[in-house]
């Protein structure tokens, strides 16, 4: 699946990229400047420029967020130690015009499933 994106200085956007669904997601920097110390792998250009597109373009699962009405949670499977998985989690607000990227983060557990018996079966 491919994924394309461009840097916009001119909007202040970290990431600017569509989904092969011709979806626009958007990471400012605002959002990335309020969580990058409380998520330190945002500073991680790897983890930036790839991991956070994966998981938007290629989820292994979304489930909508459980207070705000119009976030999602996208999830993407890296890899096992022991018996915890860990993955990336990116969540998303959906506009009208675009999906803005809030944060992003490595996690050992999905939250949602506490409050959420089913996972969205696509991209909102």
Known sequence: ML???SYSKANSFILDFTDQDGKRYVFSKENFDKHKNKHPELLIKDFLQSRI???VCEPEFIYPAYK???R???YYYEYEIGNRKWYTKVVVEKT???YIIITAWRLD???EKK???ETLCKRP
């Open 3 to 5: 994924c394309y994106y």
């Open 53 to 55: 597109k994966k998981t």
């Open 68 to 70: 705000e009405k119009n």
């Open 72 to 74: 999602f949670c996208y």
């Open 96 to 98: 009208r015009w675009m």
């Open 109 to 111: 557990k999905v939250h």
């Open 115 to 117: 409050y959420f018996t």
